[in-house]
T-cell receptor
């Protein structure tokens, strides 16, 4: 079936380093992608999104890259801080659909 | 502040009992969603509603029911037919175009 998944379930980085979280998707009809951050005991928080007519989008300390050729999405976090420790999910939306498909998530741990 | 309020934060269910989880939003969003999250897992869609008085089953609707009588409210009932209800339940809303905004969840456990 169509699904969104993540290459790595856990990622540890040193404070101040850059982090890259990856996501593979299999539905070529997906035209909208979102990254969420979820802290323990809380709901997911929107970070950044990108549409399929773009290959890069930047926010504050975050960049999302979309490679439609290999159906790959990544989230780059610059100069990671302790507050970046969380689980990060990618989600895809198929064109015309009103629901998201979520990946399993990657737990990002920032080491001091 | 606008947002999504889920209550209660923690809920306990006895065997054979139905329980209802509340979700209220003041974002004036048309669409609302319910997800289930199990430990170490992603979110799975239970039900969603794009407009008042209308809702659709998601991927794991069995053992759950919903209603959408008001735009602001989308309660989820976990029925006794749901044999494994222990999970973290998340409600979300969105305008016609994504993204979805989430509440802080209700953790349901079995007594």
């Amino acid at each position: 079936g169509e699904s969104v998944g993540l290459h790595l379930p856990t990622l540890s980085v040193q404070e101040g380093d850059n982090s890259i979280i990856n996501c593979a998707y299999s539905n070529s009809a997906s035209d909208y992608f979102i990254w969420y951050k979820q802290e323990s005991g809380k709901g997911p928080q929107f970070i950044i999104d990108i549409r399929s007519n773009m290959d890069k989008r930047q926010g504050q300390r975050v960049t999302v890259l979309l490679n439609k050729t290999v159906k790959h999405l990544s989230l780059q976090i610059a100069a990671t801080q302790p507050g970046d420790s969380a689980v990060y999910f990618c989600a895809e939306n198929m064109q015309g659909a009103q629901k998201l498909v979520f990946g399993q998530g990657t737990r990002l741990t920032i080491n001091p | 502040d606008g947002g999504i309020t889920q209550s209660p934060k923690y809920l306990f269910r006895k065997e054979g009992q139905n329980v209802t989880l509340s979700c209220e939003q003041n974002l004036n969003h048309d669409a609302m969603y319910w997800y289930r999250q199990d430990p170490g897992q992603g979110l799975r869609l239970i039900y969603y509603s794009q407009i008042v008085n209308d809702f659709q089953k998601g991927d794991i609707a069995e053992g759950y029911s919903v209603s959408r009588e008001k735009k602001e409210s989308f309660p989820l009932t976990v029925t006794s037919a749901q044999k494994n209800p222990t999970a973290f339940y998340l409600c979300a809303s969105s305008p016609t175009v994504q993204p979805q905004h989430f509440g802080d969840g209700t953790r349901l456990s079995i007594l």
